[in-house]
Nanobody, 125 residues
Framework: QVQLVESGGRVVQAGESLRVSCAVSARAFRSLNTAWFRQAPGKEREFVATITRYAVTTDYADSVKGRFTISRDGGKNTVYLQMNSLKPEDTAVYYC??????????????????WGQGTQVTVSS
């Protein structure tokens, strides 16, 4: 049974940095494919970043490439999303997602079996 708990979301000013975390309770953390998605009010959930099992590869949405970094710490069973140069359009609830399955499309929310409850990030201008 995999459980995900996000934390670290808060209100920040545009241009500031913030790191959100996803604590993972799992039998085999290193075997998990993990990702961050976000959902703004009135919008669909969208892909932000992914880091595959054993941290082999990472990938990012074009809107965050060069500003956000996804990483994971196997010793702490935690996935991080470092967000720099934040913009008001980054305001959303950020969700952590995970799956043990081989993913056909790591950018699709449908590929992930387990989700956290989300953490709110608000960027004020």
């Amino acid at each position: 049974q995999v459980q995900l708990v996000e934390s670290g979301g808060r209100v920040v000013q545009a241009g500031e940095s913030l790191r959100v975390s996803c604590a993972v309770s799992a039998r085999a953390f290193r075997s998990l494919n993990t990702a961050w998605f976000r959902q703004a009010p009135g919008k669909e959930r969208e892909f932000v970043a992914t880091i595959t099992r054993y941290a082999v590869t990472t990938d990012y949405a074009d809107s965050v490439k060069g500003r956000f970094t996804i990483s994971r710490d196997g010793g702490k069973n935690t996935v991080y999303l470092q967000m720099n140069s934040l913009k008001p359009e980054d305001t959303a609830v950020y969700y952590c997602a995970a799956s043990y399955r081989n993913l056909d499309s790591p950018f699709s929310a449908h590929e992930y079996d387990v989700w956290g409850q989300g953490t709110q990030v608000t960027v004020s201008s």
